[in-house]
Nanobody, 120 residues
Framework: QVQLVESGGGLVQPGGSLQLSCAASGSFFSINAMGWYRQAPGEERELVATFTNSGTTNYADSVKGRFTISGDKSKNTVYLQMNTLRPEDAGVYYC??????????????WGQGTQVTVSS
């Protein structure tokens, strides 16, 4: 099984910063991509940013220039640095990984989520 463990959520004032981390553990052949999605109350889950094992990144338009996603292959960890946070950035942030299992089948794995609250 593959597990994703997130950390770094919390309460921050508008304009502030937070860094989220997500570490993958378990038995797998490789990780092809990792990323972050978020879900606000009453809203659908939406993509925030993704990071592939080749270093390609992708961002939602709403976070471009404010958020930075990066990865550490040696630690199977992805980070999301969030700057200039806005109230509309609040929600539950979910880590995501596209994993190649030992049987060479792909699997979509989700973390349990970490709450980000942006409020004064």
């Amino acid at each position: 099984q593959v597990q994703l463990v997130e950390s770094g959520g919390g309460l921050v004032q508008p304009g502030g910063s937070l860094q989220l981390s997500c570490a993958a553990s378990g038995s797998f052949f490789s990780i092809n991509a990792m990323g972050w999605y978020r879900q606000a109350p009453g809203e659908e889950r939406e993509l925030v940013a993704t990071f592939t094992n080749s270093g390609t990144t992708n961002y939602a338009d709403s976070v471009k220039g404010r958020f930075t996603i990066s990865g550490d292959k040696s630690k199977n960890t992805v980070y999301l640095q969030m700057n200039t946070l806005r109230p509309e950035d609040a929600g539950v942030y979910y880590c995501y990984a596209l994993v190649l299992l030992m049987n060479l089948k792909s699997a979509h794995v989700w973390g349990q989520g970490t709450q980000v609250t942006v409020s004064s």
